[in-house]
């Protein structure tokens, strides 16, 4: 069974332009989550979505926004870059609502700004 | 808030030597924990889950259980291998929300 996967696995931008990072979540999966980790700041959630729909958002400005497809992939799209948004993204994916339902992590899109 | 509290890294061992990471959480009810782990260049896998007071979740020989009255879920490893070297982060997901709340994550370097 393939694991969630993530492209493009490096992308850099520079200051100002907009990025746009793609998950696939794993078959049967309906629910997608976008986290940021950046360097000494941990992991933060970014977004749910579920069903095609955002059910949630962390703190985050609006220029961080995306969507899920009717094939439960996803998009992460970030405009205004800037040097803070610098970080290393994950997608997750989960097979439904249930809290004791694990998420399963993908291995990221480092986001380079310049 | 819902918050997880890791011991502070980053941890050096000698391979065989026994390893404990301390996790401790504030949430309100009976979230769901969860360890992952990273490791260089990699996202994050899931290592071991508990889902309720006195679970005990395993894997890979590592252990953690959920210890409600002091509010833990403790990471051991009897024996560690090099293989082990990574970062490992502990982390809590409370009933009807679904983001994860992750701890700072703890950097362990074994030695052989």
């Known amino acids: 069974e393939a694991g969630v996967t993530q492209s493009p696995t490096h992308l850099i931008k520079t200051r100002g332009q907009q990025a746009t990072l793609r998950c696939s979540p794993i078959s049967g999966h309906t629910s997608v989550y976008w986290y940021q980790q950046a360097l000494g700041l941990g992991l933060q959630f970014l977004l749910w979505?579920?069903?095609?729909?955002?059910?949630n958002r962390g703190n985050f400005p609006p220029r961080f926004s995306g969507r899920q497809f009717p094939n439960y992939s996803s998009e992460l799209n970030v405009n205004a870059l800037e040097l803070e948004d610098s970080a290393l993204y994950l997608c997750a994916s989960s097979l439904g609502q249930g809290s004791n339902q694990p998420q399963h992590f993908g291995d990221g899109t480092r986001l380079s700004i310049l | 808030g819902n918050s997880v509290t890791q011991m502070e890294g980053p941890v050096t061992l000698s391979e065989e030597a026994f390893l404990t990471i301390n996790c401790t959480y504030t949430a309100t009810g009976y979230p769901s924990l969860f360890w992952y782990v990273q490791y260089p260049g990699e996202g994050l896998q899931l290592l071991l889950k508990a889902t309720k007071a006195d679970d005990k979740g395993s894997n890979k020989g590592f252990e953690a259980t959920y210890r409600k009255e002091t509010t833990s879920f403790h990471l051991e490893k009897g024996s560690v291998q090099v293989s082990d070297s990574a970062v490992y982060f502990c982390?809590?997901?409370?009933?009807?929300?679904?983001?994860?709340?992750f701890g700072q994550g703890t950097r362990l370097t074994i030695n052989p």
């Open positions: 982390a809590l997901r409370s009933p009807g929300a679904q983001k994860l709340v």
């Open positions: 979505y579920d069903e095609g729909e955002e059910r």
